[in-house]
T-cell receptor
């Protein structure tokens, strides 16, 4: 158990809909990262928050947004969903903003039908 | 553009022998490198890391080697055990340290 909690574990939704994925980082970790893993792909970096502030953005679509709240949990919002958004979405946390390993949650499997 | 590449999708090794997993990167700004192990239905688990000021880091049966001039790193597992069977991802971070770029993974099977 990494200490990172992601909910829900599975999500099935229709095209055009909006969903919210939630991540609770390890106790004491200030950084939260979001990654997307599509079929047969590596993990693609989406976004990084540190202590409530956005620190880095990767290949995140404009239809996607994220935030980190004062209690340090984070939410990833995916809107106008398309079939191609079906993927595993991982959250990871680390104590600092860089040069340290990140600890991953078990992921949320999103299926868009 | 895949900045971190793992060109071997799979690898099979006999128990007790050495497993060598390879990773290449293209971005010379990367200066922190990690290996993660992933079992099905679980998130990646951190294994070992190395910074660019070193060329080798060991942790028990796991050793990571970094060749900066060749932009290449490798993970050695000695001796390999059946429980090591998993997908292994290498990852790299630029000197801002704010994001990790992952390879596509190598599936290791250790045969008893």
């Amino acid at each position: 158990d990494s200490g990172v909690t992601q909910t829900p574990k599975h999500l099935i939704t229709a095209t055009g809909q909006r969903v919210t994925l939630r991540c609770s980082p390890r106790s004491g970790d200030l950084s939260v990262y979001w990654y997307q893993q599509s079929l047969d792909q590596g993990l693609q970096f989406l976004i990084h928050y540190y202590n409530g502030e956005e620190r880095a953005k990767g290949n995140i679509l404009e239809r996607f947004s994220a935030q980190q709240f004062p209690d340090l949990h984070s939410e990833l919002n995916l809107s106008s969903l398309e079939l191609g958004d079906s993927a595993l979405y991982f959250c990871a946390s680390s104590p600092t903003a860089g040069y340290t390993e990140a600890f991953f949650g078990q992921g949320t499997r999103l299926t868009v039908v | 553009d895949q900045q971190v590449k793992q060109n071997s999708p799979s690898l099979s090794v006999q128990e007790g022998r050495i497993s060598i997993l390879n990773c290449d990167y293209t971005n010379s700004m990367f200066d922190y490198f990690l290996w993660y192990k992933k079992y099905p239905a679980e998130g990646p688990t951190f294994l070992i890391s190395i910074s660019s000021i070193k060329d080798k880091n060991e942790d028990g049966r796991f050793t990571v080697f970094l060749n900066k001039s060749a932009k290449h790193l490798s993970l050695h597992i000695v001796p390999s055990q059946p429980g090591d069977s998993a997908v292994y991802f290498c990852a790299a971070s630029p000197n801002t340290g704010n994001q990790f770029y992952f390879g596509t993974g190598t599936s290791l099977t250790v045969i008893p």
